[in-house]
């Protein structure tokens, strides 16, 4: 019902910048929480950050300091602005919605990786 597209992903050298988008169409009226998720090779898919329409946020602690969620209601959009990054922060980064009835939808996914 809710189709993802991710882009903004790529490559970049550490302490660079890079800033995520997904646009969500469908049926896009009953998203609640937009967000991020992500997964490095050989590891679990672990939450990077999330906000919801009225704009609460919920943030891993790794990213404090270095990464702002946010999100254009009008436009469909959640971004995630990405600074100082660090190798460990290679991963394929996934966009997240969650409904008004908890339905669950997942981007195809970004590819980001930090490396000089």
């Known amino acids: 019902q809710v189709q993802l597209v991710e882009s903004g992903g790529g490559l970049v050298q550490p302490g660079g910048s890079l800033r995520l988008s997904c646009v969500a169409s469908g049926s896009i009226f009953t998203i609640v929480t937009m967000g991020w998720y992500r997964q490095a090779p050989g590891k679990q898919r672990e939450l990077v950050a999330i906000?919801?329409?009225?704009?609460?946020?919920n943030a891993a602690d790794f990213v404090k300091g270095r990464f702002t969620i946010s999100r254009d209601n009008a436009k469909n959009t959640v971004y995630l602005q990405m600074n100082s990054l660090k190798p460990e922060d290679t991963a394929v980064y996934f966009c997240?919605?969650?409904?008004?009835?908890?339905?669950?939808?997942w981007g195809q996914g970004t590819q980001v990786t930090v490396s000089s």
């Open positions: 997240y919605t969650r409904d008004i009835a908890t339905v669950q939808n």
């Open positions: 906000i919801t329409r009225d704009g609460r946020t």
